[in-house]
């Protein structure tokens, strides 16, 4: 059974560091791509990074790159995100889907669509600081 269990979120205050976790199983993890995704409240899913696995190539969107790095332990069926300087965009529930698109086509499109995507988690909540 393919599973995607991700976790790490927790409340952080805007300027504030959070690494995300995304565990792995019942797939090969470097024959897929893994991306991350959030939604806000009332906002559509948001593609913001993938990492192709097989050979460490990575995309990120415009608005999180040089904030957000994604990286992965094949060993451990592990993909990361790590964030830091957190804005107030940032909070999200986020997921880690996997795909069999690589991220050379995010490259070439400049985004990760949600459609690409066949294995999805429950999510990992960041929420709003209050």
């Known amino acids: 059974e393919v599973q995607l269990v991700e976790s790490g979120g927790g409340l952080v205050q805007a300027g504030g560091s959070l690494r995300l976790s995304c565990l792995l199983s019942?797939?090969?993890?470097?024959?897929?791509?893994i991306g991350w995704f959030r939604q806000a409240p009332g906002k559509g899913r948001e593609g913001v990074s993938c990492?192709?696995?097989?050979?460490?190539?990575?995309w990120y969107a415009d608005s999180v790159r040089g904030r957000l790095t994604i990286s992965s332990d094949n060993a451990k069926h592990a993909v990361f995100l790590q964030m830091i300087s957190l804005e107030p965009e940032d909070p999200a529930v986020y997921y880690c889907?996997?795909?069999?698109?690589?991220?050379?086509?995010?490259?070439?499109?400049?985004?990760?669509?949600?459609?690409?995507?066949?294995?999805w988690g429950q999510g990992t909540q960041v929420p709003v600081p209050s």
């Open positions: 889907p996997a795909s069999l698109v690589t991220c050379a086509t995010a490259h070439e499109f400049n985004t990760v669509r949600p459609s690409w995507y066949d294995f």
């Open positions: 990492i192709t696995t097989s050979d460490g190539t990575t």
């Open positions: 019942g797939f090969t993890i470097d024959r897929y791509t």
